[in-house]
Structures are given as C-alpha cells and as structure tokens.
C-alpha cells in the first residue's frame, strides 16, 4: 500500500497538470480538483441503466504529457461475458462528484455513455493491448514531433528567405535612390 501513495500523488499531479480532461456530469458543476485515489475503485454505470453499477474503476491511463486518456473499468460479470476489463477512452465517460467538500468522504461515480454490448466491444485491457498501445502511442509522439521540428524548420527557412529577400530589395531600392540622387546631383551641376 505505501508503493502505492507515490504514484496516486503522481496521477493527482498528472490530473490537475493536465487539466483533468474528465467532463463531468450534466447536473454537476465542475470540481476543479480531483482524487485519483479516489477515481480508482469508484462506481461505473453504463447508458443501459444510469441506476444500476456495472463495474468499478481499475485504473487511470495517462499520455506523455501526463493528461487522462482513458480508463480502465472492471466490469465483474457484464454480459454474463466473465469478468473483464476493458479501455474506455476520454470522451465516453463523465464522472460525478458526491461529498465534494469532505475530503474523507468523497466519491465518484463514473458514468460511461455506451450501452454495455458497446462497452464490450471497447478494447480488453491486457498485455497485448498495453505493449502495441505503448508502442503505437510512442511512434505517434515520435512523428508528431519529429513534424512539428520539421514544421519548425521549414518556417524557420521560410522566413529566413523572406527576410534575406526584403533584405535585397531594400539594398537595390537604396542602390537606385542612390543612383537617382547621384543622377538628379549631376543633372543640377550640369545646369549650372
């Protein structure tokens, strides 16, 4: 259980970091700050039945820039399909407060808006799912960066362009003001 305090303070840091993408409710106003000790382990309901609790929370998923992207519900026996645990993404979920201003007693009840046949066609949170997302997730981050570098440095060049050919034509536009006063200074001594 102590292993446990560092990353629940890790995943709170996360959540607030992040802005806590969760929505919440309808009928509940925004908390503005959120347990993760407490999300874990909370009451699922699914869009079937809003009244009757169809799993619990397992687990909270975050991305690299430590912002909530899914999580994982215990669903006990949905379906008479076993007991399983499946990835429900940000997005099909909100998550209602009760006893908000008591920090000993607060609870969450997190409330997925999928059907329970939909909920089981979410994706099993196994090893096989954790590795290939890992890795799918890793490549993305890898290409969006190396495409925002890329992006950078094509601006970068752009404007680089762009200054060196203002910077030309302002030097041709002084050549030829020059020219022109060396022309006018020479047509006033000619007159002379």
Do not use: C
Not at 60 to 83: E, F
């Amino acid at each position: 259980m102590a292993m446990r305090k560092p990353l629940d303070k890790a995943i709170l840091t996360a959540l607030l970091a992040g802005g806590l993408t969760l929505a919440t409710a309808a009928t509940a106003a925004p908390q503005g700050l959120y347990s993760a000790d407490e999300l874990t382990d909370a009451e699922v309901y699914g869009k079937d039945n809003p009244s009757e609790e169809i799993g619990d929370v397992e687990d909270v998923l975050l991305d690299d820039n430590m912002q909530v992207q899914a999580l994982v519900i215990d669903t006990g026996n949905l379906l008479d399909m076993g007991s399983k645990q499946y990835v429900i993404q940000t997005g099909h979920f909100t998550v209602e407060t009760e006893n908000g201003d008591d920090l000993d007693n607060i609870e969450y009840k997190v409330h997925v808006d999928l059907t329970e046949q939909e909920i089981t066609q979410q994706p099993e949170y196994t090893n096989d799912w954790w590795n290939q997302t890992k890795q799918a997730t890793a490549k993305a981050w890898q290409n969006t960066k190396q495409s925002a570098e890329s992006a950078w440095q094509n601006t970068k060049a752009a404007t680089s362009e762009l200054l060196m050919d203002a910077g030309q034509a302002i030097d041709k536009a002084g050549e030829k003001t020059q020219q022109a006063a060396d022309d006018a200074a020479d047509n006033m001594g000619g007159n002379n």
